[in-house]
């Protein structure tokens, strides 16, 4: 099961997006059970914590949700950009 994209990468242009998906984006997820041990750890260690956080702690120990990523393969062209009619071609602002 792939993973969705970090925001900070879909903030970025389709290139940026294209280079991101032949990297990082080809490494195989990380098994749920080990993310959910390493949240547990994490979590344990916030509440125990003295430190005073800027995010409420529920924030803190919130699971990671687990979703469909966009650059799956089949989303993108041979080119790179995104596939689909009426596609918006950049996306910056």
């Not at 242009?13 to 997820?29: D, F, I, K, V």
């Amino acid at each position: 099961m792939a993973v969705t994209a970090p925001t900070y990468v879909l903030e970025e242009s389709l290139s940026s997006q294209q280079l991101w998906r032949e990297t990082a984006g080809n490494r195989p997820p990380q098994p749920a059970e080990e993310r959910a041990f390493y949240e547990k750890i994490w979590a344990q260690n916030f509440l125990r914590s003295q430190v005073p956080y800027e995010m409420p702690v529920e924030v803190l120990t919130a699971t990671s949700p687990i979703s469909l990523s966009p650059f799956a393969d089949g989303n993108f062209g041979e080119n790179g950009a995104a596939t689909g009619e009426g596609e918006v071609s950049n996306y910056n602002v």
